[in-house]
């Protein structure tokens, strides 16, 4: 069983200099509300999907927190069965945090955020508002907006006429997209708020590259200042770099690695690193683009895209003091998002000299494709319990049917009838739901990954009668078969979901960058240390 770890004991290992997680289990929602400095969110119903990736070494000490402890006693119980040996709780969740005196923050990738806003008042990134970029457009102004963010956020909604170049590319890509430009053409970089636009424009502007602005506010600004936004944009094709691109992105490389002291594994140096992962948690990232990472990647080396590892610190370093080692194809990438991790402070960061072109030079082979996102123990759980078709469930439906995923995808569509019964809460609410463990119960998901582990949990409480949706809703709408919509029977607001981009009201979406950029009021000349 875990144990438990005070409050003052948590205070003390974040200040220390050991690796160890600290892991909310809370929903997404409740973090952003409040959550200690320096946690990572892993919702509950999210365990056995993040953490295998997150903390690959089992052996590492972890410390999972909620609000009272019910939820983070649940966790550590399947932390335990995931394998990790050294998993503890902290006693009376962060009420008790809170109520010993000590700070929380509300925010969600708060680190990230917080040194975006350094950058921009600390090395003076120029920005545009959207009221007056909008107006210089119409009085013909030459503009090409380049969009940071992630090309599924792109295809989503963008700026109108923008096209996208992820932040982790900018480097590589510029030279080529400039001296297409004429030299009256200014460059704007943008994303959906603040940190990706500003950290973007700082790239650009550390290059040299001539009139460079950040689009104040991003894709949210747009919206506030009156304007619509672009959806279904697929301008999301970066052509193969030129020699050009790729030697000014390199010389870049060795100017950043100089001036910020970032180290280089050569071959042999990295096999014997990775040769370490039994003994410590090592994260190995490949930076570059989803296509490259699937042709072939090192071994070893999970895909983080390089501007989502600067947006997402919190979420790719969940182990806090432990070696981060990058790799791209060359050098330029992967050393650009090591001189950003150097410049956030992570001591033991890496960049492999020559990436994959030197590994298959030395002799090494790739590994191609894409990680299956299935949760661990997914296939024991499926070869326990019964599957039932759509057509089945339709024909016959229990007395039962639940819901296991957030409340996102129970409004837009499930099973008529079906209550939403979360899988972060399932053991605590399920009694209220269904009283009778006799009860015939069917578990349906979004897509049909949850509902199996869900459905072993069911077995575990006592309930005997246990079916799951083959392929969830997604399979389910495939068929044909009616859907209800909404949160119907849902009494309390949920908490689980946290709206992002034009999802917010305009309310949000204001006190949300208002909120993001007093982050940087502290590094403003004047400010105390």
């Known amino acids: 069983m875990a144990a438990t770890i005070a409050p003052a004991s948590l205070k003390s290992l974040l200040e220390g200099k050991e690796p160890f997680a600290l892991i909310d289990v809370r929903e997404a929602g409740e973090y952003n509300a409040s ?256 296509e490259e990472y699937a042709a072939g990647h090192i071994p070893g080396f999970r895909w983080f895209p390089g501007g989502q590892a600067v947006q997402r610190s919190d979420d790719l370093a969940v182990v806090k003091n432990c070696q981060i080692v990058f790799a791209c194809d060359r050098k330029a990438r992967a050393t650009l998002i090591a001189s950003w991790y150097r410049q956030m402070g992570f001591r033991e960061v890496f960049a492999v000299d020559g990436g994959t072109t030197a590994w298959v030079a030395s002799g090494g082979s790739l590994e191609a494709g894409m990680p299956e996102e299935i949760p661990a123990g997914d296939q024991e759980a499926r070869a326990t319990v019964k599957v039932v078709s759509p057509r089945d469930l339709q024909a016959s439906p229990p007395p039962a049917v639940i819901f296991v995923d957030t409340s996102q995808d129970f409004a837009r569509g499930h099973v008529p009838g079906a209550r939403w019964v979360p899988r972060g809460w399932l053991e605590l609410w399920i009694g209220d739901v269904v009283p009778s463990k006799t009860s015939s119960i069917a578990v349906t998901c979004a897509d049909g990954r949850g509902s199996a582990l869900a459905a072993v949990t069911l077995g575990e409480l006592g309930y005997q009668r246990v079916s799951i949706l083959d392929g969830g809703m997604a399979a389910w709408q495939k068929a044909g078969l009616p859907v209800e919509k909404g949160l119907s029977g849902v009494m309390a607001p949920p908490t689980d979901v946290v709206p992002a981009g034009p999802d917010r009201n305009f309310a949000d979406m204001q006190n949300y960058l208002r909120w993001e950029e007093a982050l940087g009021h502290k590094y403003a000349p004047g400010q105390p240390a």
């Open 35 to 290: 959550h200690i400095p320096g946690a990572s969110l892993m919702a509950r119903r999210q365990l056995e999907y993040l953490v295998p990736p997150a903390v690959p070494f089992k052996g590492t000490p972890i410390v999972v927190c909620d609000d009272d402890g019910r939820r983070a006693r649940l966790a550590a119980t399947t932390l335990e069965r995931l394998g990790y040996r050294q998993v503890s709780m902290l006693d009376g969740g962060i009420n008790r945090w809170v109520t010993d005196g000590f700070e929380t923050e509300w925010g969600m990738n708060v680190p990230s955020k917080d040194f975006g806003e350094k950058v921009e008042v600390v090395h003076h990134v120029p920005e545009v508002e959207c009221k007056d970029l909008a107006a210089r457009i119409q009085q013909g102004e030459k503009f090409v907006i380049l969009d940071s963010r992630t090309p599924e956020e792109f295809r989503r909604f963008c700026i109108p006429g923008g096209r996208s170049v992820p932040g982790g590319e900018l480097a590589l890509r510029i030279t080529d997209i400039a001296k297409d430009l004429d030299r009256d053409t200014t460059i704007i970089v943008n994303c959906a708020g603040r940190t990706r636009s500003i950290i973007g424009a700082r790239v650009l502007q550390r290059m040299g590259i001539p009139k460079v602005y950040g689009l104040k506010n991003g894709t949210a600004g747009w919206v506030l200042a009156g304007h619509k936004l672009e959806t279904g944009a697929d301008r999301v094709q970066l052509p193969e770099p030129s020699a050009a691109g790729v030697a000014a992105a390199e010389a870049y490389a060795a100017k950043l690695a100089a001036e910020d002291g970032v180290r280089y594994l050569d071959i042999t140096a990295l096999k014997s690193v990775m040769a370490r992962r039994g003994q410590a948690t090592i994260y190995c990232i490949d930076v570059r683009t989803s």
